[in-house]
């Protein structure tokens, strides 16, 4: 198993230019999430899936789209990018269940830069 | 909503010193309590977890247990090495979905 791979894994973008960034998880996992990652400020997430179809927001959202039409896949859109979207963006995935206790698998992350 | 507080670094020790890592919650219910390890350019790992109240995770030599008196999950060993240098997360989980909120990170550094 490859687990979870994220492409690209470093990126620059100019002010206002879109991208996608890519993660696929090859565990069966219902649950994907992406997180950004910023100095002093822990992992934050951005939006969510429970499922194939199934997406909703985390705390924060603003400036970014997701989709979920497979299990396996699981890309973020930037829309416009801006500089306060320099971060280091992580996606993890995990099994669904009642217990909510699942251990959550990480990507190795992309980093992007917006100038 | 739920928070995790876990100790500022950066934490600088000696090889086979002890380490403690002060980790602290608040949530609603009853979460489920990790620590996650970022070692330098890479994603993060699970390193132990607990599920409920007394349970102590235990890991590689590291060790936490649930506390949910002084809501509290330390994460401590014995005697450290240099291959343990790396960030350490503590975070939570519960709720109605399977969002885990973490803490700020604490950069371990272990000298020879």
């Known amino acids: 198993n490859a687990g979870v791979t994220q492409t690209p894994k470093f990126q620059v973008l100019k002010t206002g230019q879109s991208m996608t960034l890519q993660c696929a998880q090859d565990m069966n996992h219902e649950y994907m999430s992406w997180y950004r990652q910023d100095p002093g400020m822990g992992l934050r997430l951005i939006h969510y899936?429970?499922?194939?179809?199934?997406?909703d927001q985390g705390e924060v959202p603003n400036g970014y789209n997701v989709s979920r039409s497979t299990t396996e896949d699981f890309p973020l859109r930037l829309l416009s990018a801006a500089p306060s979207q320099t971060s280091v963006y992580f996606c993890?995935?995990?099994?669904?269940?009642?217990?909510?206790?699942?251990?959550?698998?990480f990507g190795p992350g992309t980093r992007l830069t917006v100038t | 909503g739920d928070s995790v507080t876990q100790m500022e670094g950066p934490v600088t020790l000696s090889e086979e010193a002890f380490l403690t890592i002060n980790c602290t919650y608040t949530?609603?219910?009853?979460?489920?309590l990790f620590w996650y390890v970022q070692y330098p350019g890479e994603g993060l790992q699970l390193l132990l977890k607990a599920t409920k109240a007394d349970d102590k995770g235990s890991n590689k030599g590291f060790e936490a247990t649930y506390r949910k008196e002084t809501t509290s999950f330390h994460l401590e060993k014995g005697s450290v090495q240099v291959s343990d240098s790396a960030v350490y997360f503590c975070?939570?989980?519960?709720?109605?979905?399977?969002?885990?909120?973490f803490g700020k990170g604490t950069l371990l550094t272990v000298n020879p």
């Open positions: 993890a995935s995990s099994p669904v269940g009642a217990e909510l206790n699942y251990e959550q698998y």
């Open positions: 975070a939570l989980s519960g709720g109605s979905n399977y969002k885990l909120t």
């Open positions: 899936s429970v499922g194939a179809g199934i997406t």
């Open positions: 949530a609603t219910g009853y979460p489920s």
